[in-house]
């Protein structure tokens, strides 16, 4: 079992398979992707080997990230490649959702159980705005669909930005007040490229949470491979409300995930200042050695990060790992 100092154990792996994105969301990637990266991404040998070894260290859940993973041409290969690896009995993909429509039934078939979709306005031309595409109404679309076929977990993200929509939240309540999904309202994080942007956009979530309480909205205990969000529940709406709020006391206390960038970095944070260059052990099939470094690795997590101190680590961007 992957475990830390802090006797963290680590069953949820979010693997990066593309650092590219079609989208220009503009507190993200608003001039575009660095494409070079994708000269040397990740293979498909080299993630099954990759998941191997973490399944047989206890990783459970897998989140395939971008970037944009469907930019990927082998993407179906790699989510049943993971899908197929003995201990993984989750896999969930993060997507912006421009191909939402065309691709989920095959995803569905390839083995995806969970999929998060980003949507960070409801208003078609707000929308936009942050992400540089007109393609709301499909995307809204493509969620319906998700939820038709039966995925078992269908989930929408959205990044609190002021000016934006931190005054839509009445809006998006009412979104999930017949959908069967989790909303998750994310607060906005510092990273290298935006400290300007963070400043004039970011909003707190604890607003939000006071008045869902104070709504009757009650808090939903979590599973061993969820993610950070604090979700909660309400018996007039058939969604559930997420709050992933980075910048909140006790934020990394039930840490359970490790991220590995398209390039075979391991990030033991988000906001990391080092990584792992961990390829060298992608290239046979013996898991032995790589095994042995991740569990070394993991003891040098941190209790935190230092995003309290306006400390962002060396990520560049959120594509860079997929936030």
Not at 84 to 106: F, K, M
Request: aromatic share 8%.
């Amino acid at each position: 079992m992957l475990m830390d100092r802090f006797a963290r154990r680590f069953t949820y792996l979010r693997l990066s398979v593309t650092e590219n994105c079609n989208f220009r969301c503009d507190y993200c990637l608003p001039d575009g992707p660095d494409c070079t990266s994708r000269q040397a991404e990740l293979s498909v040998p080299e993630i099954r080997r990759l998941v191997t070894a973490f399944a047989e260290l206890g990783t459970r859940k897998v989140r395939i990230t971008g970037g944009e993973p469907c930019l990927r041409k082998d993407l179906l290969e790699i989510i049943k490649t993971i899908k197929a690896v003995p201990g993984i009995e989750e896999v969930a993909i993060t997507t912006n959702g421009y191909r939402l429509q065309r691709d989920l039934p095959a995803w569905r078939e390839a083995g995806v159980d969970a999929i998060n979709v980003s949507v960070d306005s409801l208003d078609p031309s707000t929308f936009h705005l942050v992400t540089g595409q007109n393609r709301l109404p499909a995307i809204l679309a493509g969620i319906d669909q998700a939820i038709a076929l039966g995925i078992p977990k269908v989930k929408v993200n959205t990044v609190l930005l002021r000016g934006y929509n931190g005054g839509a939240v009445a809006d998006f309540l009412e979104f999930i007040r017949h959908r069967q999904l989790s909303l998750r309202f994310i607060e906005l994080m510092r990273t290298n490229d935006n400290v300007s942007y963070y400043q004039r956009h970011h909003v707190s979530g604890q607003n939000i949470k006071e008045q869902l309480l104070g709504d009757a909205w009650k808090l939903c205990s979590k599973s061993t491979t969820a993610g950070p969000a604090q979700e909660f529940e309400h018996p007039d709406y058939q969604g559930k409300l997420g709050l992933i709020m980075p910048y909140s006391r006790d934020f990394c206390d039930d840490c359970n995930r490790l991220r590995v960038s398209s390039l075979g970095q391991l990030f033991l944070c988000l906001f990391t200042e080092h990584h792992q260059d961990i390829r060298a052990y992608l290239q046979n099939d013996d898991s032995t050695d790589l095994k042995h470094a991740l569990q070394s690795f993991v003891l040098d997590k941190k209790a935190s990060h230092a995003l309290h101190e306006n400390l962002s680590g060396s990520t560049r961007h959120l594509a860079m790992i997929g936030g």
